[in-house]
């Protein structure tokens, strides 16, 4: 069974435990917007998925329960402020971030008060620039930032004003079709009876989530 994850350390050190465990023999690393297609395409039997995307479409995924990633952390993406927080009026974001975008715009209205315009931005655009044009980014956690520059981590920020860890992703298993050379026939729908919903439950570990996406005509 082959499982999808981040290319980020706290992913990859649950894949590792998945492998040790004995359930997963293989991983493949991709980037968490990519995650549920990897499950579509069946380049994955699971994979760490956004949470929002589980929330968005509860019926199209099996989540498997206690496998996610949960931390006081965002290993993705981070808040880069060009000043003062009470000054920001625009934040530039990668379109696909969507989770990441939506906690940032919980976190700043709900901690801070601040309601600022996110504008979307093209993730190739330098840093530099998109600060010049606006008040703060959101950027790979990874990225270069200026030393003047103020850094807000979405993780800690949750923590703070919910005092308990965020739940950024699960780990569903691929979506169900006819067993083909591609498709082990273990990679089954999720069991449904007339008026019955399929399973859908949420999962932690870290910052993202375990799901099985289930037939088209159940599912988001």
């Known amino acids: 069974m082959r499982i999808a994850v981040w290319p980020v350390a706290p992913a990859r050190a649950l894949g590792a435990a998945l492998r ?33 995307d589980v929330l968005r479409d509860p019926d199209a995924y099996a989540v498997a329960p206690g496998v996610g990633l949960v931390g006081e952390r965002c290993p993705t993406v981070r808040l880069v402020l ?70 807000l981590d979405l993780g800690q920020e949750w923590t703070e004003l919910r005092s308990a860890p965020s739940c950024g992703a699960s780990s569903p298993p691929a979506p169900p079709s006819a067993p083909t050379s591609r498709t082990p026939s273990r990679r089954r729908p999720e069991p449904s009876r007339p008026g019955t919903p399929p399973m859908s439950q949420r999962g932690t570990t870290s910052s993202r989530s375990t799901a099985t996406p289930t037939p088209a005509s159940t599912s988001s």
Request: aromatic residues 4%.
């Open 82 to 151: 060009a000043g003062p927080l009470d000054a920001v009026e625009t934040v530039a974001f990668d379109p696909r971030y969507g989770q990441e975008v939506l906690l940032t715009q919980l976190l700043l209205r709900e901690h801070y008060g601040a309601a600022p315009a996110f504008v979307p931005s093209d993730p190739a655009t330098p840093l530099a620039e998109r600060l010049a044009g606006h008040d703060a980014a959101l950027v790979p956690a990874e990225a270069q930032v200026p030393d003047e520059a103020v850094v």
């Open 20 to 52: 040790d465990a004995g359930p997963v023999t293989d991983t493949v690393e991709v980037a968490p917007f990519e995650a549920s297609a990897a499950l579509r395409d069946g380049r994955a039997d699971l994979a760490l998925v956004p949470t929002l």
